[in-house]
């Protein structure tokens, strides 16, 4: 009996000589062997393979392939053989240590009478596993890394669907889910809104539970959760917050500070001003503003009632306030008893781009206001002081010593956060910053418009499904007469047009006067079916507000702005968007695309785009999937030709008129 002992591994892979020699006999000793019906493949083999050796040189190292490996492949023998011993298998555990697994183990081989052996099988000879081959695991996916640190709440947001709609029932108990009362439902439909939009179908019931407990004014004992929107732009987001503010503010008694609306303009306050006049309208619910357009003291005059008492509970005249962050901020510290203890509502419109202002860090100071602080008690004993008006959560900031113990416990904030958006911001510092309640997000998006959550987290926001865009790519020194090329041979009219500055607005006006001009009069002196006009930060408040009355009332075609009115401005007829320059981000260009398709009617967004920033452009819509959504209009010189006359001269007169 001879024992070869097993060679270590060679993985080399090249042959050497003693491997050459074997394998040349191995071959030779398959071609003598008589054909084998059954048995085990790999131990007729081993043995057959161990009579050969024992004629090699015993000195010889025997390569690795040679050695005899148990596999675990079925055996196919109906009885156990006798001759033979159970092979020992090493066991060993996987790294993870959860599974158990059998390793084989290399034997001695041990040499038997070829006469004895078995019949070798015919079997293919077991081959040696292969194991991979060390790799870097794969990069994580962009939706990976776009759920990463995102806030759990958003993770879970409830998705609504865009064209979900709702039937207001005119009148009768029944509000047919709406959560609305008879009242609130008659005047909604007064207003001609004759169903819920699917931002309010999902965000009414939640704000106005059926429980009347839970619809309270103050919810010391169970504060409610905060809640966050993020829906297409003109999908009725204002009155998803005003009718429910609305339906629970005109349960009070007593005037007191309830609901702030904070917005980044004084146009979107003054327009949402308007929404609550209409939906609150006979519900005895006093409304102010303040954006600084008139005097600080006027303000103070219209918002709070006593200036010279010192009242622990404030004094207001107003239970809804609609303000920019910076004129609240004015009031917050320089206006006596204007106090936001009694908010049950806070709301922040076009949140993402008021976080984005940091003006004199009003969140903290407002929020800061909206809870109790933990220090001195507000007033010191001594002053006049009104229990009564003092919210719960603040009472412990009292001098009283004889307020019973169940009052003066510690109790959260009845403020309930609303924020919205149609570009709501993911990042988690900003939302940690708002310190939320428990929040709920929903999101609106078309159906089977993707994974909506990561829509968010990845910046690729819902257009409303009613719009149609259009890029135009031109020669910088062409733009403005695309520009005429669209309103005079496409119709581009009743537009906003959206240029990089106050200064571009001014200049593109200029032009389109002289070029209006001399096509009137080179075309027989028409009058001319289109105006256009300038509105940018440049104008007086009133100004800007008969200016876009005017556009309201269709006496100008084309009002010429900068980004001050990209956002939030509702105006119905609105049938095109022009960004004469490129907006500068994909936020940007969200909203402004989104002042027009609003409320389920069509529009038409256009880009006019130069040659040099056509890459930039288009990168910037394909990172979010949108590019395909963006048809390439082409206009040649011979689209251009009738127009061009009457822009030579144009161009002349702007150059004369700027020199001047
Ligand atoms: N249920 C409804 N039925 C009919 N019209 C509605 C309804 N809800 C809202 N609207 C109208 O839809 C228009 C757009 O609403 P709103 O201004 O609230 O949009 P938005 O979502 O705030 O848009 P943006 O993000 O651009 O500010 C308004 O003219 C509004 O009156």
């Not at 019973?404 to 109790?411: D, L, Q, Y």
């Not at 690729?460 to 695309?482: D, G, R, Y």
Request: some cysteine; overall charge neutral; glycine content about 6%.
């Amino acid at each position: 009996m001879v024992v070869v002992a097993a060679a270590p591994a060679d993985n080399s892979g090249e042959k050497t000589k003693a491997k050459q020699r074997y394998l040349k006999r191995k071959k030779q000793r398959r071609k003598n062997k008589p054909k084998a019906v059954t048995g085990a493949a790999s131990e007729s083999e081993d043995e057959g393979d161990a009579g050969v050796v024992s004629d090699a040189d015993p000195t010889e190292e025997r390569p690795v392939d040679d050695v005899p490996i148990e596999t675990d492949i079925p055996q196919t023998e109906d009885k156990p053989r006798k001759d033979k011993r159970p092979k020992k298998r090493q066991k060993v555990v996987d790294e993870d240590g959860d599974v158990e697994m059998e390793r084989p183990e290399v034997q001695d081989v041990t040499v038997v009478d070829p006469e004895l052996a078995p019949p070798a099988a015919s079997a293919p000879l077991p081959t040696l596993p292969s194991f991979p081959l060390p790799a870097l695991p794969d990069a994580p996916s962009k939706t990976e890394l776009a759920l990463q640190g995102l806030d759990q709440a958003l993770v879970g947001a409830e998705l609504v669907d865009a064209a979900g709609l709702l039937p207001i029932p005119p009148d009768g108990e029944d509000d047919g889910g709406t959560g609305l009362s008879a009242k609130t439902r008659k005047q909604l439909i007064d207003l001609g809104i004759v169903e819920l939009f699917a931002v309010q179908t999902s965000l009414l019931p939640f704000l106005l539970p059926g429980n009347p407990l839970q619809r309270s004014l103050y919810l010391p004992f169970d504060p409610p959760r905060d809640v966050c929107v993020s829906a297409p732009t003109g999908s009725g987001k204002t009155l998803a917050y005003v009718v429910p503010i609305v339906e629970i503010l005109s349960t009070r008694i007593v005037t007191r500070l309830r609901a702030l609306v904070v917005l980044p303009t004084r146009d979107l306050v003054t327009q949402v001003r308007e929404t609550f006049d209409a939906v609150g309208k006979g519900r005895g619910l006093k409304i102010g503003t303040a954006t600084g357009q008139h005097s600080f003291s006027h303000e103070q005059s219209q918002l709070i009632a006593d200036k010279m008492t010192h009242l622990a509970g404030g004094s207001s005249k107003v239970d809804i306030l609609i303000c920019t962050p910076g004129r609240l901020i004015d009031h917050l510290t320089g206006t006596p008893n204007f106090s936001l203890q009694h908010l049950r509502f806070l709301v922040i419109d076009e949140a993402d781009r008021l976080l984005a202002q940091s003006f004199q860090d009003w969140l903290v100071q407002v929020l800061a206001a909206t809870r109790p602080s933990t220090g001195e008690p507000s007033v010191p004993a001594g002053f006049p002081q009104y229990h009564d008006a003092v919210a719960p959560a603040f009472r412990t900031l009292l001098s009283y010593a004889d307020i019973p113990s169940f009052v003066a416990e510690r109790k959260e904030s009845s403020c309930q956060k609303l924020l919205f958006s149609a570009t709501l911001t993911r990042d988690p510092g900003k939302l940690a910053a708002l310190e939320l309640r428990n929040p709920k997000y929903f999101v609106v998006q078309e159906k089977n418009d993707g994974p909506g959550v990561l829509d968010v987290a990845m910046d690729k926001f819902t257009m409303p499904a009613t719009l149609t865009e259009h890029m135009l790519v031109c020669e910088p020194s062409l733009k403005p007469l695309a520009f005429f090329y669209l309103v005079y041979e496409r119709a581009v009219t009743n537009a906003l047009v959206f240029t990089k500055s106050a200064e571009s607005t001014a200049r593109l006006v200029r032009l389109f006067d002289f070029f209006d001009t001399a096509r009137r009069i080179g075309i027989g002196g028409e009058p001319s079916a289109v105006t256009a006009h300038a509105y940018s930060s440049d104008l007086s408040a009133s100004e800007r507000k008969s200016i876009l009355d005017k556009f309201r009332a269709r006496e100008i075609q084309i009002l010429v702005c900068s980004d001050l009115i990209s956002r939030g401005i509702d105006i119905s007829h609105v049938s095109h968007v022009v960004s004469y320059d490129v907006p500068v981000d994909m936020r940007k260009y969200v909203h402004r695309v989104g002042r027009t398709a609003r409320a389920g009617r069509a529009g038409d967004a256009w880009t006019l785009v130069e040659e040099q920033e056509a890459r930039y452009f288009k990168t910037m819509l394909k990172q979010v999937d949108h590019l395909d959504k963006v048809r390439r209009v082409k206009v040649g010189e011979k689209d251009l030709a009738p127009l061009a006359v009457y822009y030579e001269g144009a161009l002349g007169q702007l150059k004369d008129s700027y020199a001047r």
